[in-house]
């Protein structure tokens, strides 16, 4: 068995007298695609937080191909390779849909001081076109984000994540306020760039978190429950379904 | 640059190579005054513009680009000293005054550069032994250029144009590169942007110090345009003045301030004739403006088109549902 990509480890987090996260630990592996589910306030958003350096955990460790990533910015876990989506939309607005995703990944491409005065789109057309492809956006590529209609734009939204190839990346709430028929659409472009892997050799990893279980249960490898900040189980998504104790506590029978 | 752009940019270009010599003195020095200004505003059209840091300590960088060239040439020096000395002096001090906007923005950080330029202008206005206080400094010299003196107003406002079209040509060409993205980025999302590896805390500084040399160079020539200055041109109204400048031409569109500044220093001249009324009239405008164009002047092309395409889709959408209830 590979090395784990992620190993997150004792993570503990409070607000005041409130555990969020208490002590979780699990692993993801190269190519895994990892669902989180839980109840609301269950710290599932406290621990992707922790995870992508929106707040320092009080305890544990979180550790990137070996390496501790515990606290680091963002931007430094951007550029080790770890990529997001947000559980609300969030496009440049007054960017169009190609720009969007240029930016997104051109702060990859050289230093700084060599981007100023570069060819605007970085040497990233092609890829940006792949995706714009892959996603079905190319009839609205030249709009400007803020005018596409919601389902265009979470589309862009998730597209952007993949632009800088990243090797692991955390979806908020992919499916939230899309409608049922592009919730399918979705699933199929997310296992699609699971297998697909930055340059074909590597397959990228997932931490999901939904709400939609139809959604969970059909693109996840493995699951992780958590209730009241706990790790309640981990298992495959069959697993997790006739796994009692879940059922009693979230999934409701 | 699409077509139209294009033809329209010749022949303002070349409108500002010929038409000045046929305009009478005041007429120079009015369009040198307008250009001066155009200078300056792309400062905070980058600043507030494109980066979207709610700046409004721009009139303070402006006041120190012209004291500094003013203060080196009372001191014999020259005015070739004084204009890189102001550019270098206002990306300092701009790179410092950026630093409260990684901690505070929109109208909290507004208040803390008005701050700024408060501080700067009672610097201008109290500390006489360097400034001449409320006396202001006079006679500042025009330039020479290898014995070609640019004394006449003809001649400065040729001197203007060039470093005008230079530095413009530089924004144009930093707009369009990926700073110009990760700016405009910085603005519509600073959160998303972080998370995609744009390191917003440089591009914020990066940002206020680019804009105040704008800024700073423009009130270098602006010092030798007037070749007198007092505290009086620098003050929060006046910031507040530029500040609307920008909002009028159009922010975060690179030709915004070309009218902007026309509207806040060539309108005047033509209202003259409303005298007492002008103030209202003005105030009039810029309230009707803000209500029904919030984005400026220079989004009215943008608005056309995107109810040229909304009209079009609306269109395409009937025609569809037409065929689908004629095949139904």
């Given amino acids: 068995m590979s090395a784990p990509l992620l190993r997150v480890d004792g993570l503990k987090k409070s607000y005041g007298a409130i555990l969020a996260v208490s002590g979780v630990s699990f692993e993801v592996m190269p190519g895994e695609i990892f669902g989180v589910i839980g109840p609301n306030g269950s710290g599932k958003t406290t621990l992707f937080n922790s995870v992508l350096g929106q707040i320092t955990p009080d305890a544990g460790s979180i550790e990137l191909n070996g390496k501790n990533i515990t606290g680091l910015s963002p931007l430094q876990l951007n550029q080790r390779g770890v990529g997001r989506t947000f559980q609300t939309l969030q496009v440049f607005g007054k960017m169009t849909v190609r720009d969007n995703l240029i930016v997104a990944a051109q702060e990859h491409q050289g230093s700084m001081w060599s981007r100023m005065f570069a060819p605007g789109d970085s040497g990233l057309g092609a890829r940006a076109d792949a995706l714009i492809d892959q996603f079905r956006i190319r009839h609205v590529a030249d709009k400007k984000a803020g005018e596409l209609s919601y389902g265009q734009q979470k589309l862009l939204d998730i597209a952007m994540a993949f632009m800088s190839e990243p090797d692991l990346v955390l979806l908020d709430e992919p499916c939230a306020g899309v409608n049922p028929s592009l919730v399918g659409g979705i699933s199929t472009l997310l296992k699609d760039l699971n297998k697909s892997g930055g340059n074909g050799a590597k397959h990228r990893s997932f931490i999901v978190i939904e709400h939609n279980m139809d959604f969970v249960m059909d693109l996840c490898h493995r699951i992780m429950v958590m209730v009241e900040g706990t790790v309640m189980a981990i298992g495959t998504p069959a697993e997790i379904r006739g796994n009692k104790q879940v059922l009693d506590a979230y999934l409701g029978g | ?328």
């Avoid at chain 2, 005054?97 to 610097?123: D, H």
């Avoid at chain 2, 003809?154 to 144009?172: A, D, E, I, K, P």
């Avoid at chain 2, 700016?183 to 680019?210: C, H, K, M, W």
């Avoid at chain 2, 995107?306 to 609306?314: F, G, H, I, P, V």
């Fill in chain 2, 1 to 328: 640059m699409k077509k139209p752009q294009l033809l329209i940019g010749l022949v303002a270009l070349v409108a500002l190579l010929a038409g000045p010599p046929f305009l009478k003195n005041y007429g120079i020095y009015l369009i040198s005054y307008w250009l001066v200004f155009v200078l300056a505003n792309m400062g905070p059209n980058l600043t507030v513009g494109y980066a979207g840091q709610k700046s409004l300590g721009h009139t303070a960088f402006f006041g120190i680009g012209a004291y500094t060239v003013a203060i080196i040439m009372k001191a014999g020096f020259s005015f070739w000293l004084g204009l890189p000395v102001a550019a270098v002096g206002c990306f300092v001090i701009g790179l410092a005054l950026g630093f409260p906007a990684l901690r505070v923005q929109t109208i909290y950080l507004a208040f803390a550069t008005l701050g700024f330029n408060t501080a700067v202008w009672l610097v201008m206005r109290n500390e006489e032994w360097l400034t001449g206080g409320t006396f202001g400094i006079n006679n500042v010299a025009r330039p020479g250029w290898f014995g070609l003196k640019l004394d006449s107003n003809l001649r400065y406002y040729y001197f203007v144009l060039g470093v005008t079209l230079l530095m413009g040509l530089l924004l144009w060409g930093l707009v369009r590169s990926p700073w110009g993205k990760a700016f405009t980025a910085l603005r519509d999302n600073p959160i998303r942007a972080e998370s995609l590896g744009v390191n917003i805390q440089a591009y914020t500084l990066l940002s206020f110090a680019i804009g105040a040399v704008y800024a700073g160079v423009a009130g270098a020539l602006f010092a030798s345009l007037v070749q007198f200055i007092e505290p009086a041109p620098f003050t929060v109204a006046a910031s507040i003045m530029m500040y609307l400048m920008v909002v009028v031409g159009g922010p975060g569109y690179f030709f915004g301030p070309l009218l902007g500044s026309a509207v806040g220093v060539l309108l005047p001249e033509w209202l003259r004739f409303a005298q007492a009324w002008y103030l209202f009239v003005f105030g009039s405008a810029v309230v009707v403006l803000m209500l029904w164009l919030p984005d400026g002047l220079l989004s009215i092309p943008d608005r056309i088109k995107a109810r040229r395409l909304s009209r079009e889709a609306s269109a395409a959408r009937a025609a569809a549902a037409k065929s689908i209830r004629a095949a139904a």
